[in-house]
């Protein structure tokens, strides 16, 4: 078991054509992903790596039964790209695409509510299922099977953990990259009550940063409906208010949002909160020993 | 995207928001002419892209025309959280029977518009939100629908009974809203939104912040924006696809990753430490974006040592290591750098680097330790 996808999850690449979907299809094949379609308007009827491309992703669907979509298509047109996975019919829509403007992500993630679709992204860098499927643009080679579900709003961060934890001895059942935007698809309380619910999760990583107040959503969350140990971290401790670091969604705004506003919220729930990333490793073993 | 607050009234007007006159001034002399135009009593306000104007002394009433050139000139030059005021609005001071905030924003948790609307306005609202938070009336704007006349209406009746006010202000917010979404704003607010002693409801300060990514649909917006120092460095950086932020530390950073380079700062911070940077070097890494990269980390003096950490995914950790190894060439470096590189292409990137003999470590925090100790 695992959350969202596993190795009967069939992928249909919208963007298959572009550089970066290209690549990353190949990426994903090596690593045993059942990539069965790409979209590129226009140049329906010829392959990439083999998979057959479609003009549109219902026709893609209606070819190859895929249930789940990525997206890599520019972000000025990710917005519809959403809208049209959605329409035609897959159950996951992961979207990778980075700087997708905020109101594009309103209209789809209430589009994709009305419809029962899952989303998740835009800006993340897609989930994996260790040695079953990965979508997006992970490097499967870290990754290990195992007990620990994880989920982040950063990915190179989420690298350097999911290394951390694999060096440990500590594999994962399915790593989210939930993405660094202000406004996007499931978020902490979606994920942590699918790990809760699935059997082959023991222990959860969230890893949080400054901006919004999801985190502190995530712990009231906890306190109430997770059973299952969780640990966190939380990045940018030492973020200046008023900059965006990086990501959209990553700003310290009147003052709220702050790192530590975070790390308290999470320890006046119990859930603790790693100083370094180093201790992640330690601090779900002393949980998982209890 | 921040504008001032002149650019602000000038969208409000093009969307029929009531406003009151001004004229925007540079110089004291100009600000003379002004009051003269507006011929009655005045406001002489700071244009500055920061909050707490007012209680900085950047805004000023003035009922003559010598009060408001003795005004200009307090203000003019004047400093506001380190920025320098170099233009004021002189504003028509309007008599004022009730001030109350209105605005919109972007809510994460309801994944829409939020307006917020308060009978409490004038004063920051922040403050209203932690004093008094059942003060603030929020109510989430239904994408599909748009700011409804009910909707307007019953925002409307929160705060007013007099049913011509409720009539302007169904209008006021509707333009509003229309304003919000045609340019992809992050922020727009009226505070104070007033009602006259005439019975008339008028902005008279407004602000507004737009999304970045949004930017690219929105060239009338953009030709607004009008970055400071730091800022145009920002800029600069991102145009060769990197993100920049100055701090005031040392410990000049070079990381891949948002959330990374965050964590990168933090680890320092934890040890001792003070980043001078945040600069995310971003997915694809070609070796220009690396050679980039370090001429911005040493245009800032402040730096004394750079702190490299790369976890290789898309990025590839021998793009890394040439980008460096060019630069290195390239540019006089007389400061001591350390490496930590892990990911996809690591050996080949740390061969690379190993035969310049340059410092590589094996951890963040080792890195982090390895950093501050090189220039203490």
Partial sequence: MSILINKNTKLVVQGI?????????????????????????????????????????????????????????????????????????????????????????????????????????????????????????????????????????SGTLTYLMVNLLTEAGLGQSTCVGIGGDPVAGLYYQELLQMFQDDPDTEAIVLIGEIGGDAEERAAQYIKQHITKPVVAFIAGQTAPPGKRMGHAGAIISSGSGTAAEKIAAFEAVGVPVAKLPVEIPQLIKKLLNK | MKIHEYQARELFRQYAIPVTDDILCHTVSEVEQAAKQLNRMVVVKAQVLTGGRGKAGGVKLARTVDEAVNAASKILGMDIKGYKVEKVLVADAVDIQKEYYVGLTIDRNTKSVLFMASAEGGVEIEEVAKVNPDAIHKIPVDPDLGMTDFLARKIAFKLFTDPTLVKQATGVFKKLYQLFVDTDSSLAEINPLVVTNDGKLIAIDGKMNFDDNALFRQSAIEALNEPDEDEKKELEAKASGLTYIRLDGNIGCMVNGAGLAMATMDVIKHFGGSPANFLDIGGSSSPQKVIDAMNLLLSDKNVKVIMINIFGGITRCDDVARGLITALDEMKVDIPIVIRLSGTNAEEGLRIIKERNLPIVGSLSEAAQYAIKAIS
């Fill in chain 1, 17 to 153: 054509t572009g550089r970066d979907g290209s690549f990353h299809t190949a990426k994903m094949i090596a690593y045993g992903t059942r990539v069965v379609a790409g979209v590129s308007p226009g140049k329906g009827g010829q392959t990439v790596h083999d998979v057959p491309v479609f003009n549109t992703v219902e026709d893609a669907v209606k070819a190859t039964g895929a249930n789940a979509s990525v997206i890599f298509v520019p972000a000025p047109l990710a917005g519809d790209a959403i809208l049209e996975a959605a329409d035609a019919g897959v159950e996951l829509v992961v979207c990778i695409s980075e700087g997708v403007p905020t109101l594009d992500m309103i209209k789809a993630t209430n589009y994709l509510k009305k419809k029962g679709v899952k989303l998740i992204g835009a800006n993340c860098p897609g989930l994996i299922t260790p040695e079953e499927s990965m979508i997006g643009i992970l490097p499967g080679n870290i990754f290990k099977k195992g007990k620990v579900g994880l989920m982040s709003r």
